[in-house]
């Protein structure tokens, strides 16, 4: 049985590209297979996918463009990626619906919450596009949002590390990792799991928990919903 009855999955775009390609298809049938599963579990899943394989947000040659300009053009990356994965998930079986936060009828549901959770009280798993749908957000404020909206038990953030640590293991060997910390200490310490406007939106309204794990191995999601305690526990 699954730890988790209703879950938001965060990942990177990063997930879904190789070293050369914006995506990978190997990578994304492969992602979309383990979410299926997740799926047989039982569990109701809703997604939201960063554009980090597109469009880097305002970082490197945009840092000179307009923010909201290269923010518009993240969401746009998000919508992207959705619709693919959206596909992958289709082709396993599982019935997937993209709701945006920026109207695009032609290929999107506009965002709604309690359409939403109707498509996953019936089954469906919802990828949600587009980000909060205003630029200055990232995409971890939509997480912490769609979160909330949705009722969720826990948020999945799988992520290129396996968990939270005291400081960035790739430039500091000492660095130790954190196995369960609240969100208030988290933002007292400065942790990046999630930018600090998220944070603060879990913290207010009591999102049960955020699970942070690596998905190097996509099949983790699904050691995570059997009740693996790999990663960091981050709670009210």
Same mark, same amino acid.
């Given at each position: 049985? +699954?730890?988790?009855? &209703?879950?938001? =999955?965060?990942?990177? $775009?990063?997930? %879904? ?7 990978? @298809? ?24 960063g554009a980090g394989n597109i469009w ?56 709604? +919450?309690?359409?939403? &959770?109707?498509? =996953?009280?019936?089954? $469906?798993?919802? %990828? ?7 630029? @200055? ?54 942790l990046k799991v999630m930018d600090a ?40």
């Amino acid at each position: 049985m +699954a730890a988790y009855k &209703r879950v938001l =999955l965060k990942l990177s $775009g990063e997930a %879904l590209k190789s070293d050369s390609e914006l995506f990978d @298809f190997d990578k994304v049938r492969r992602v979309a297979s383990v979410i299926a599963q997740m799926h047989e579990m039982g569990t109701e899943i809703g997604i939201v996918i960063g554009a980090g394989n597109i469009w880097r947000g305002r970082q490197g040659p945009a840092a000179h463009m307009d923010a909201v300009t290269a923010d518009q053009m993240g969401m746009l990356g998000t919508v992207i990626n959705c619709l693919c994965v959206a596909d992958a998930l289709r082709q396993t079986g599982v019935d997937a619906v993209v709701q945006s936060a920026v109207d695009m009828n032609r290929f999107a549901e506009p965002f709604n +919450a309690m359409q939403a &959770r109707r498509h =996953l009280t019936a089954g $469906g798993v919802v %990828l949600f596009a587009a980000g909060s749908g205003n630029p @200055f957000f990232s995409t971890d404020t939509a997480v912490a949002l769609r979160a909330i909206e949705m009722q969720v038990d826990a948020i999945l953030m799988a992520k290129n590390i396996d968990g939270v640590y005291t400081a960035d293991p790739h430039k500091d060997p000492t660095a130790v990792l954190i196995k369960d910390i609240t969100y208030a200490d988290a933002l007292a310490k400065g942790l990046k799991v999630m930018d600090a406007s998220a944070f603060a939106l879990c913290a207010e309204n009591h999102v049960p928990m955020v699970r942070v794990f690596g998905l190097d191995v996509p099949e983790n999601l699904l050691y995570v919903l059997q009740g693996n305690d790999m990663g960091t526990f981050v709670h009210p």
